[in-house]
C-alpha cells in the first residue's frame, strides 16, 4: 500500500471531527466504519448507505405535446463511500443497501463530559453525605448518655478537629459554640452567609484576661480582651487591637499548638526591634530578675556564710543547696517551699514566743471606781466602813467623856464609874476599828500595772499612761469583763472594724473572768502552770497575753491585719497599736522580720503572707528545668544566681549587708547567649515572653 | 533546511510568568504582613485563588467557542498554563502549606495536587509527544485511525489471497490467518509505543524474517505488500498510542478540575457560613 496523500479529500473519506459526540459502532471496534455516521444523540445512522432523492422531471411528448411528471428516486450515496449504487433506490424510495445497525460509542469528549459531570455530582454527594455523617451543620453533639459520638468522623463541614483543649468544648451546643453566626436550622446556616459575625467574640465568654467584670458578668465583654497585652495597659487609649484567631488558629488537629507566635507579630506593634534576642535583645533591667517587690525577706548571704556555717546551728543546715529551701515548682519557677519544710528548724520556737499582751489590769484613780468593780466579783468593799466605825464608835464615846467630866467635878461616883465602864466599851470599838481601818489602809496600796496595754488602749480609745483619761472606760470594761468574759472585748473589736471571732479564737470566758477578778481582790492571778511557748492564750499576774501557737498563726495575722486597718488612723492609741503589731520587735511585728509589711502609703494595706504563685512580671517566663542540665558542676545555681560580694553595690546603689536587702547580683544577659544563640537553644521572643496578662477562665465556664 | 520562525506566544507566556511570580510574591508579602499585624489575609488570598481557578476553567470554554475570533489557542495556552502555575504558589500561599486537617479539605487539597500535577504533567507530554509523532513520519487524525486500521486489514487480506492465488500454496494465507489477522484487528503494543520502544517493530521483523524462507518466488509480491501494510499499522499504532494518551491526560485533568472546583465552592461557603 503506497501512502495516498489524497486520501482524505473530501470526495474520498467522511468528513471527521473531534468534538463529534459519538462515532460509528464498528469504527469503535476498529471495523470499517459506515460512511453516515452516528447521529449527534447517538443513534446509528448507517442502516442504510443513503436517503435517497425524489426527483421530479417533466417530459413532454414531442408529438402530442402531452406533458408528463416523471417521478425517480436517486441515490446519494456520496462519492466517499463509492458513489450511486447500482441498484439504486427501491421503488418506494428505500435505500436498497441495507447493513445491520451498530451501537454508537461516546467519543473520548463525551465521555470526559460525562466523567466531569459524575465528579461534580460525586463532590456534592460527598459533601452532603458527610454533612450528615460529622453530626449535621451544627456539627458534634452528645447522644444521650452525653457522649460525643460524632467527634474525629469524616466531615465536609469541619475543616479539621479542634485541638485537644477545646475538643471537648463543642459538647453542649456544637458548631455555634464558637460560630454565633448561624442556628441550627438549614435557614439560619444557609443565611449566616450573610451575616458577618466575629468568632473571637466567643473566645471571650469562657476566656478573661484581667477586666474586672469579666466574672461579675460572663457575658459582659471588655475591650481590653481584644487590647494589646489586654489589662496591662489599662490607660492606653491608642493601643492597637487584636483578634483571637489573629493567632490562635483551630482546626488543625487534636496535637496542634494553637499558641505559636511568631517573633515579628511582636515586631508588628514594639517599637523597639530587634533582630533576635542574642543580637540585640535590650538589656535587662538593672536588678533583673528582682526588682519587684518581694514578700519574704531573706538575707541569703548571712545565712550561707554566717548561720549555716555556725557550729551551734550547723546541723539545721540545708543539705542540698538551693534546692533545699526552693523546692516548689510553679510555672518553671523554684520557688521556697513551706516554712515548716525550710525555715521551722531554727525559727518556729521564736514565734511561739512572741506574745502580745492584749489587755493588763491598771490602777485606777478613783477608789470607786476600784470598789466598784471589787463589788462586781463579789467581794465586800472594806475601804470606808472601819472609818465610818471609828467614828461612830468616837461619837458615841464623846457624850460618855462629857459626861464623866460632869460627874468628876459634881464627885458623883455612880456616874463616873458608868462612866469609865462607857470608855472601855468605846476603847474596844474604838480599837476595832482602827484594826478595820488598818486593813483598809493596807488594801489602799493596789496590786495592779500602771498603764493599759497598747491593745486595750485602742480598744478603749484612751491613752494608756493617763489613769484619769481611762479609769472610767477601763473600769466599765473590768467590771463587764468580770461578768461577761471576752464579751466586752469582743464588742471592742468589732467597733474597730476587726473580726472577734477570729482575733479572741481559743480565749476562754473563765479566763478573763478569772483574772480580772483577781485584780479586784487586789491580788495577782496565777496560772495553775506556767504557759508554755505557743500555748495561745495565758493569763499571768496581770495581763492576758497571746502566745502564737506557731507559723502562720491566724490570731496573730488577725491582730496584724487589725493594725493595717487601723493604720495612719487618728484615733485615740491607733499609732501605739499599729506600732506593737507592725514594728518587727517581740509581738506580732516580729513576724516582719521575715515578711514584708506593706509601705506606709501603699493603697492595699495587707500583708503578702504567702509567696505568689502567679508570676509578678505576667510578660515573662522562665522554666528552670531545662536549664539545671547545662549548670556549671560547681557553681550549681551560682551559674546564674550570684551573690553580691560584700561591699558590692548594685546598680541602684543597694549594697549588701542590708538586712533585707536583695543580696543578689542581676541575671547577666551574657549568660543566657551562652546558649540562646543562633545555632543554639531556640530565641523566639514566645520563649521567654507571653502574650496575654492574667489570662484565665471565667467563672461558670467549666 | 529547518526553517526557525519567531515564537511570540513564548515572550508572551514570559511576561505572563513574570507577572504572575510578581502577583505572587505581593501577595504572600502582603500575607504575610497582615499575619505579623495578627489579621488574616485568607479571604483575600483565597478570593484570588479561587478567581484563579475560575480563570483556568474558561480555557476550556475557549475550545469549545472555537469559531469565535477569541485570539489564538497558543495565547491561550500560555495563559492557562501561567495562571495554572500561578495557582499552585496562591495555594501555598493561602494554605501556609502544601496539606490540609481536615477530612474535606485534605480531599480538597488532594484534589488541587492532583489537578496541578496532571496539568503539569500534560502540558510538558504534550510538548514531548508531538515531536514523536512527527519523527513516526506519518500523519494521521485520531478519529479516523479505525478507519486507517480496517483498511489496512482489507488490504492485508488482499496481499494474503493474492500470494496463495497467484503461487496455490497456503503459506501466505496461513500466515495472515494465523499470526497477522490478530494484529491487524486492532492497535498493538500500546505500552511499547508510548514509551518508544522497539517491540512491535521487533514482533513484526521476526515475523517477517520467519516467513520469508517459506514463500516461494511467486509469493514475494503479495509478502511485500503484505509487509508494508504491518509496516504502516506500526506507524498508526503508535499514532494511536501517542495521540489516545494525549487525549486521556485531558481528559483526567478536566475531571479532577470538576471536582475541585465543586469543593472549592463548599469550601466558600462553608467559610463564610463559620470563619467570618
Known sequence: MTEDKNRFAHDRSPYERPNFPFRCGREA????????????????????????????????????????????????????????????????????????????????????????LLAVGAMVAM???????????????????????????????????????????????????????????????????????????????????????????????????????????????????????????????????????????????HTTKFDSFSKSHPKFGANFPHESARTIKFPHGKHLETHFVDQRYIDKAPKNGCVSCHTDQV?????????????????????????????????LSDPELTAE??????????????VRATLEALAEALPTMQALGENAESGNLNGVMSGVAALS???????????????????????????????????????????????????????????????????????????????????????VTEVTCAWAANTEYEPKQDPEPGAGWTAQELQVSY???????????????????????????????????????????????????????????????????????PFTAFNHDPHLNVLDQVAGCATCHRQLEPGETLADGQSRPGPHANDFKPIDQATCKDCHRPGGVRQDCSLCHRYHSNPSIRKGTM | MIVRTVNSVRPFGYTLAGIGAAVIAGLAYYSHQEHLKLSDATFVTGWVLLTAMVSLA?????????????????????????????????????????WATGFYEQVMAGLFWATALSGIFGWLYQRAMPRRLTRIGYEVVYER???????????????????????????????????????????????????????????????????????????EPALARLEAAARRKLSIDAHYAIQRSLKLWVAVHVVLSAAMLTLAVWHLILVHVYAR
Not at chain 1, 468593780?373 to 472601819?386: I, K, T
Not at chain 2, 512491535?200 to 509469493?219: C, M, N
Open chain 2, 58 to 98: 474558561l480555557f476550556n470554554i475557549r475550545k469549545r467557542l472555537s469559531m469565535m475570533p477569541m485570539g489564538r489557542a497558543a495565547y491561550w495556552l500560555a495563559l492557562h498554563v501561567v495562571i495554572g502555575l500561578f495557582a499552585v504558589g496562591m495555594f501555598i500561599v493561602h494554605t501556609g502549606g502544601i
Open chain 1, 331 to 363: 510555672d518553671g519557677r523554684l520557688l521556697p517551699g513551706s516554712f515548716e519544710n525550710g525555715c521551722a528548724a531554727c525559727h518556729e520556737l521564736a514565734i511561739k514566743e512572741q506574745g502580745m499582751v492584749v489587755f493588763g489590769l491598771p490602777e
Open chain 1, 547 to 617: 502566745l502564737p501557737t506557731g507559723h502562720a498563726d491566724a490570731v496573730t495575722k488577725g491582730w496584724i491585719a487589725l493594725g493595717l486597718a487601723n493604720r495612719g488612723s487618728e484615733d485615740e492609741g491607733a499609732e501605739a497599736f499599729a506600732k506593737l503589731v507592725l514594728s518587727a520587735g517581740d509581738g506580732p511585728g516580729r513576724c516582719f522580720k521575715c515578711h514584708v509589711a506593706p509601705a506606709a502609703d501603699a493603697e492595699k494595706q495587707a500583708v503578702q503572707w504567702v509567696i505568689p504563685r502567679v508570676d509578678a512580671r
Open chain 1, 127 to 269: 459533601a452532603l453525605a458527610f454533612v450528615g455523617a460529622a453530626g449535621g451543620i451544627i456539627g458534634p453533639k452528645p447522644d444521650a448518655d452525653g457522649i460525643l459520638s460524632h467527634v474525629g468522623w469524616p466531615s465536609s463541614v469541619n475543616p479539621g478537629q479542634l485541638s485537644g483543649k477545646h475538643e471537648q468544648f463543642t459538647a453542649k451546643d456544637g458548631c455555634i459554640s464558637c460560630h454565633v453566626g448561624h442556628s441550627d436550622t438549614l435557614t439560619g446556616w444557609a443565611g449566616a452567609i450573610f451575616e458577618r459575625t466575629t468568632i473571637s467574640d466567643s473566645c471571650v465568654s469562657c476566656h478573661s484576661f484581667g477586666e474586672k467584670q469579666a466574672d461579675a458578668d460572663p457575658k459582659a465583654q471588655s475591650p481590653m480582651a481584644f487590647a494589646a497585652h489586654n489589662t496591662k495597659f489599662p490607660n492606653r487609649a491608642d493601643a492597637p487591637t487584636a483578634t483571637c484567631t489573629g493567632c490562635h488558629t483551630e482546626h488543625k488537629g487534636v496535637d496542634a499548638s494553637i499558641t505559636p507566635m511568631e517573633d515579628g507579630q511582636c515586631s508588628a506593634c
Open chain 1, 29 to 116: 471496534a476498529f471495523g470499517k466504519p459506515c460512511p453516515r455516521g452516528p447521529s449527534a444523540g447517538g443513534d446509528c445512522q448507517g442502516v442504510a448507505d443513503c436517503t435517497p432523492f425524489r426527483t421530479r422531471k417533466i417530459v413532454t411528448n414531442a408529438e402530442t405535446g402531452e406533458e408528463t411528471e416523471i417521478q425517480r428516486w436517486e441515490c446519494r450515496r456520496p462519492q466517499y463511500a463509492g458513489g450511486p449504487c447500482a441498484e439504486g433506490p427501491r421503488p418506494d424510495g428505500t435505500c436498497s443497501c441495507i447493513h445491520p445497525p451498530c451501537a454508537p460509542k461516546p467519543t473520548i469528549r463525551r465521555q470526559r463530559g460525562r466523567w466531569a
Open chain 1, 425 to 511: 466599851e468605846a476603847q474596844a470599838a474604838i480599837a476595832e476599828a482602827q484594826e478595820e481601818l488598818a486593813e483598809a489602809v493596807d488594801m489602799s496600796e493596789a496590786v495592779s500595772l500602771d498603764s493599759l496595754s497598747p491593745i486595750a488602749a485602742f480598744l478603749l480609745a484612751v491613752p494608756a499612761d493617763d489613769a484619769d483619761e481611762y479609769s472610767e472606760a477601763a473600769a466599765a470594761f473590768l467590771i463587764a469583763a468580770a461578768a461577761e468574759g471576752q464579751v466586752p472585748l469582743a464588742e471592742a473589736i468589732d467597733a474597730k472594724g476587726g473580726d472577734a471571732n477570729v482575733l479572741l479564737s481559743g480565749l476562754s470566758p473563765e479566763l
Open chain 1, 373 to 386: 468593780a471589787r463589788d462586781s466579783c463579789g467581794f465586800p468593799v472594806p475601804q470606808l466602813e472601819p
Open chain 2, 145 to 219: 485511525i479505525p478507519a486507517e486500521i480496517a483498511a489496512l486489514r482489507e488490504e492485508a487480506e488482499e496481499a494474503a489471497l493474492e500470494g496463495v492465488g497467484a503461487s496455490g500454496e497456503p503459506t501466505l494465507g496461513r500466515f495472515y490467518s494465523e499470526t497477522m489477522q490478530d494484529f491487524f484487528r486492532r492497535p498493538r503494543f500500546m505500552i511499547s509505543h508510548l514509551l518508544g520502544a522497539g517491540a512491535a517493530q521487533q514482533w513484526v521483523d521476526l515475523r517477517f524474517r520467519t516467513v520469508r524462507g517459506l514463500v516461494g518466488s511467486q509469493e
